[in-house]
């Protein structure tokens, strides 16, 4: 299993640009998430899903849009990029059954909007 | 959510236990409390969770109070590979188990 795949690895965007970060994961996991880590501060929950086609917010959502077609997939969308958007961006999946809940992470893609 | 709080920073010899502190007095009967760890900008690594009972796993012990009001991660014999931030979280099922990472704790193991 390659787990939580997250690509780009890293990408510098220009102000009011647009991206969408991608994710997969191959573990036939229910629930997905996006976190994002700014510089010396803890992860950030900007959207989870708990399942094809249901999506919801987190801390904070603003400038940020989600979609879940997919068990796999779990994209996050930036429009009108910011410079406040700068930050490392983490995907996570989970089974979410049973007794246990634990999160798997993928590696990040570093985002800079300049 | 609950909140937790957790001293900023830790050192302990390689070899020795680590011992790090939670303190989660808010926490309702329905949450567990998980703990996670990253090591440099990798993404975070789970540890272990427990909701009343202590936990035991290849990597590391929980000890959670009888009131459930605060924890102790245990790391039995600390390597240096086990420097990195650990976070203490509350999390339950109504929030489909997002994690509300806090700055944790930075441990760092020292020869």
């Known amino acids: 299993n390659a787990g939580v795949t997250q690509t780009p690895k890293f990408r510098i965007l220009k102000i009011g640009q647009s991206m969408t970060l991608q994710c997969t994961q191959d573990?036939?996991?229910?629930?997905m998430y996006w976190y994002r880590q700014d510089p010396g501060m803890g992860l950030k929950l900007i959207y989870y899903?708990?399942?094809?086609?249901?999506?919801d917010k987190g801390e904070v959502p603003n400038g940020y849009n989600v979609s879940r077609s997919t068990t796999e997939d779990f994209p996050l969308r930036l429009e009108l990029a910011a410079p406040s958007q700068t930050s490392v961006y983490f995907c996570?999946?989970?089974?979410?059954?049973?007794?246990?809940?634990?999160?798997?992470f993928g590696p990040g893609t570093r985002l800079t909007v300049t | 959510d609950a909140k937790t709080t957790q001293p900023p920073s830790m050192d302990c010899a390689e070899g020795r236990a680590a011992n790090l502190p939670c303190n989660h007095s808010?926490?309702?009967?329905?949450?567990?409390v998980y703990w996670y760890r990253q090591i440099h900008s990798q993404g975070p690594q789970y540890i272990i969770h427990?909701?009343?009972n202590n936990e035991t796993n290849e990597m590391a012990s929980l000890i959670i109070t009888e009131d459930r009001k605060s924890s102790t991660l245990i790391l039995p014999h600390a390597t240096l590979r086990d420097t990195a931030v650990y976070y203490c979280?509350?999390?339950?099922?109504?929030?489909?188990?997002?994690?509300?990472f806090g700055k944790g704790t930075s441990l760092l193991v020292t020869p």
């Open positions: 996570a999946s989970s089974y979410g059954m049973g007794v246990s809940y634990e999160q798997y």
């Open positions: 573990m036939n996991h229910n629930y």
């Open positions: 899903s708990v399942g094809a086609g249901i999506t």
């Open positions: 808010t926490i309702s009967g329905n949450e567990y």
């Open positions: 427990g909701l009343k």
């Open positions: 979280i509350v999390t339950a099922p109504n929030s489909g188990y997002a994690l509300n």
